[in-house]
């Protein structure tokens, strides 16, 4: 039975105990206590962490340091049942209510709500609006309630759900209670509209940095996207990795394609059976397989905290997903890598898939998007400052451009003048396909038939490949070199800055896939001291338990965890209680399991 403690007497160093006895961490991230004193104060709040940067740890908190229970809003069944699993595993009482539950279920839930005995219940929007749920809820005497994903409820946030508007409604039923915005990824703008969709009052408005210094952002030009994407994985053999496609039989196709070649891969995307889709997920979940293809669908509640690598195989819609997608990789801290396989030809796709549906902003967005990809900027400058936020320093070491892999492709000035003449010498009434096929000298039956191999730019650039030349023109249309008009069969055309170059007034810069990649010291630093054959020993290990319990296997451990482990190799439970990430429940579920197995390792 839980008894509720007055906050004013709870200590910064009370918090701390709490949180090392459940989740076996000595100390807090940036911004985390301010968050779980808000919400211990029942102080309405806004707060904004990176994915990995720890939210879920600052709602945790506040129910089992006061004594009460919490009732978070969540949008995904998939999530909910993540975080409950999670939470039991280090002996948190946390239950979830949801469609995919027996009547009998739901009703053991309600009683242990009502009887005091959970800390925290997880709940989809539409059921916590309900008049039957509100008058449970009452009883249950809620006093605080946590909006996770709270972006869903902004038609600006990159995942608007109309159902997170209904929410608005619990501030007329629970009227003293406090209120609690959590989300990831949200620019000024969607900040302002969830305070004011939500109604907080003088919230505590709590923004960290956006910057992921782990992650190493790459965005290199499309040119054979199977080759790669294998060269990525490559240099992730073993390890998990997420691949973000366009459209569903993209996933299946590419799915196929690496499991042909050896690889432990699946596709994942809205249209397969719901178990099919939750058998993917739970054997990505479980280490079962090492990669998933999919499409937007999958991510949101996907905690593996392993991920080291996310591919996107075509150009995200905007920079919100791009940072929500990129942000599925390395969630423990440690180092992982995002590669972005960008073609213009991508934001012409979204356009027609988007254009009887998404806001006028829609455009806005996917301009964005392009020249984030296009410009020779460090991405985590750009990205930071797209939120609002200003990036120290002058080499981030952690992309592309910083690292010094990005290639300029020679001669660009002099390719463009190529390209641009012969945009003018067929009339600017064709497309970028043709116009490829002309200067690379193709003799397809259209340019014949249109005499375009009798002008004097025909074969002019028959050098590059069609891949190669179809990106530089559209990377002409993206700097603004080449304009491209609208409608159904749009043409390429010239503009004044087209005639600037061709007059020799403006310079060009164009790039080309980079042939090589460096490592950066955060790659090597992380790994010192550790035992790499022992870590993969326990990573093992960890596995097998998890399939026995039929558990994620994260939840059990994490990579940073396991790697402290192979570094210390603790020989006592009492020396393993030392290590950050083993909690007193998990040090005593699974304690003596792995000391074993690391003193076998030592004997050997």
């Known amino acids: 039975m839980l008894t509720e403690r007055d906050h004013t007497s709870i200590t910064d160093d009370q918090i701390l105990d709490a949180v090392a006895g459940v989740w076996g961490f000595d100390s807090l991230r940036p911004f985390q206590l301010e968050a779980i004193r808000a919400g211990m104060e029942q102080r309405d709040s806004l707060v904004v962490l990176p994915t990995g940067g720890g939210k879920s740890l600052c709602y945790q908190t506040p129910p089992i340091v006061m004594g009460r229970m919490d009732v978070v809003v969540s949008p995904l069944i998939a999530l909910m049942k993540d975080q409950v699993d999670g939470l039991r595993q280090n002996g948190y009482q946390a239950a979830a209510i949801h469609s995919g539950m027996s009547a009998r279920e ?8 009502l009887d005091g005995d959970l800390n925290l219940l997880f709940v989809a929007p539409e059921r916590l609006v309900s008049g039957w749920f509100l008058s449970f809820l009452e009883k249950c005497d809620a006093k605080s309630f946590v909006i996770d994903e709270a972006h869903c409820i902004s038609q600006w946030g990159h995942d608007f759900r109309p159902e997170y508007r209904q929410l608005r409604l619990l501030r007329d039923h629970f009227p ?5 915005a959590y989300t990831a990824t949200a620019t000024e703008r969607v900040r302002e509209d969830i305070i004011r969709q939500l109604g907080l009052r003088d919230p505590s408005m709590i923004v960290g940095r956006f910057d992921r210094p782990n992650l190493l952002y790459r965005v290199t030009p499309r040119v054979d996207a199977r080759r790669q994407i294998l060269e990525a994985l490559a240099r992730h053999q073993d390890e998990a990795a997420i691949i973000y496609c366009l459209s569903r039989k993209e996933t299946e196709r590419l799915a196929a394609f690496l499991s042909e070649r050896g690889l432990n891969a699946a596709p ?8 099919d ?29 392993d991920v080291r690598c996310v591919i996107h195989a075509s ?12 942000g599925r990789a390395g969630r423990d801290g440690l180092e992982a890598e995002c590669l972005l396989l960008y073609s213009p030809a991508d934001a012409i796709r979204w356009g027609r898939l988007l254009d009887d549906e998404a806001p006028e902003s829609q455009s806005e967005h996917l301009d964005e998007m392009r020249r984030f990809c296009s410009d020779l900027t460090c991405r985590h400058r750009s990205l930071s400052e797209h939120f609002g936020q200003s990036l120290e320093g002058d080499n981030c070491a952690a992309c592309d451009v910083c690292l010094g892999e990005v290639e300029e492709l020679p001669d660009a000035t002099t390719i463009a003048q190529k390209a641009l003449s012969c945009v003018y010498r067929m009339g600017q009434s064709y497309g970028v396909a043709h116009l490829v096929d002309v200067l690379r000298g193709a003799e397809t039956e259209a340019v014949i038939q249109r005499g375009h191999d009798a002008i004097s730019t025909y074969g002019i650039l028959s050098d590059l490949s069609k891949k190669a030349l179809t990106n530089i023109v559209h990377q002409l249309v993206d700097h603004g070199a080449l304009s491209r008009s609208g409608g159904d069969r749009p043409v390429v055309e010239l503009n004044e800055r087209s005639r600037a170059i061709l007059r020799g007034e403006e310079q060009v810069r164009l790039v080309k896939p980079a042939e090589r990649v460096r490592t950066r010291r955060a790659d090597t630093a992380s790994w010192e001291g550790v035992d790499q054959e022992l870590f993969e020993r326990l990573r093992h290990l960890r596995r097998q338990l998890a399939q026995e319990r039929s558990a994620p296997a994260y939840i059990i451990f994490g990579d940073d965890t396991l790697r402290e482990l192979a570094r ?5 439970l009492i020396e393993m209680a030392n290590i950050r990430g083993v909690g007193s429940k998990k040090l005593e579920q699974y304690g003596e399991i792995f000391v074993q197995e690391i003193s076998r390792q030592s004997v050997r």
């Open 106 to 113: 739901k009703r053991e839930i309600e009683q242990a709500a």
């Open 568 to 572: 210390s190799k603790p020989g006592s």
């Open 176 to 180: 003293r209670a406090g209120f609690h």
């Open 268 to 275: 994942y995307h809205a249209g397969m059976e719901s178990r």
């Open 277 to 305: 889709r939750a058998e993917t997920q739970e054997a990505f979940l479980e280490e079962r397989i090492d990669v998933v293809c999919a499409t937007v669908a999958f991510g949101m509640g996907i905690d593996r905290s």
């Open 315 to 326: 150009t995200p819609k905007s920079l919100e997903h791009y940072q929500q997608e990129t």
